[in-house]
T-cell receptor, first 111, second 113 residues
Framework: TQLLEQSPQFLSIQEGENLTVYCNSS?????LQWYRQEPGEGPVLLVT?????EVKKLKRLTFQFGDARKDSSLHITAAQPGDTGLYLC???????????FGKGTRLHILP | DAGVTQSPTHLIKTRGQQVTLRCSPK?????VSWYQQALGQGPQFIFQ???????QRGNFPDRFSGHQFPNYSSELNVNALLLGDSALYLC????????????FGSGTQLSVL
């Protein structure tokens, strides 16, 4: 059974601090995706990483795919209150496969 | 270009009743997946439809069924509702050959009393 485990489950930090959240699995994924979800809304795709070792940057967010394509991390620099939300990692074994999700990291940035 | 639309946005039912939720995919998308998201949890995969057939299914009982229409829109049906079925039901669409970009609707919040 594929599982994506995210850590930490909850994170509350002050504005301006840096943070990293993790997504780990014992399975290999063809790609991993990161989504952000706000209350009452569906998840919104932030980035997709496809190649082992790949690093992608989206403004203050840096995403990395592990060399073995089993894990990923999201690093936020100088967090802002607008970064508050539920961060979900997700992946599939191949391009036709279903996408499964981790349980998410609930991030709260204090002003 | 409309994104993924779901209806209704909220629904209240009682135990034992049946419910139908609806989803219209993003323009150009032919594959629809349904997810159940309990409070504080990540979305759980229910099933996926394309070419009007259920192609993959998660670990959900037969009370959960679906349908896809020729225009790619989809329905999720849940029979004999249980209290534990209370959740946010999300529809996601994509093109069949690309599972790297899922587009989600805002969901239907189902409460079972």
């Amino acid at each position: 059974t594929q599982l994506l485990e995210q850590s930490p489950q909850f994170l509350s930090i002050q504005e301006g601090e840096n943070l990293t959240v993790y997504c780990n699995s014992s399975s290999v994924f063809s790609s991993l995706q990161w989504y952000r979800q706000e209350p009452g809304e569906g998840p919104v795709l932030l980035v997709t990483v496809v190649t082992g070792g790949e690093v992608k940057k989206l403004k203050r967010l840096t995403f990395q795919f592990g060399d073995a394509r089993k894990d990923s991390s999201l690093h936020i620099t100088a967090a802002q209150p607008g970064d508050t939300g539920l961060y979900l990692c997700a992946g599939g074994r191949n391009r036709d496969d279903k996408i499964i999700f981790g349980k998410g990291t609930r991030l709260h940035i204090l002003p | 270009d409309a994104g993924v639309t779901q209806s209704p946005t909220h629904l209240i039912k009682t135990r034992g009743q049946q419910v139908t939720l609806r989803c219209s995919p993003k323009s150009g998308h032919d594959t629809v997946s349904w997810y159940q998201q309990a409070l504080g949890q990540g979305p759980q995969f229910i099933f996926q439809y394309y070419e009007e057939e259920e192609r993959q299914r998660g670990n959900f009982p037969d009370r959960f069924s679906g349908h896809q229409f020729p225009n790619y829109s989809s329905e999720l049906n849940v029979n004999a509702l249980l209290l534990g079925d209370s959740a946010l039901y999300l529809c996601a669409s994509r093109h069949r050959a690309n599972n790297e970009k899922l587009f989600f609707g805002s969901g239907t919040q189902l409460s079972v009393l």
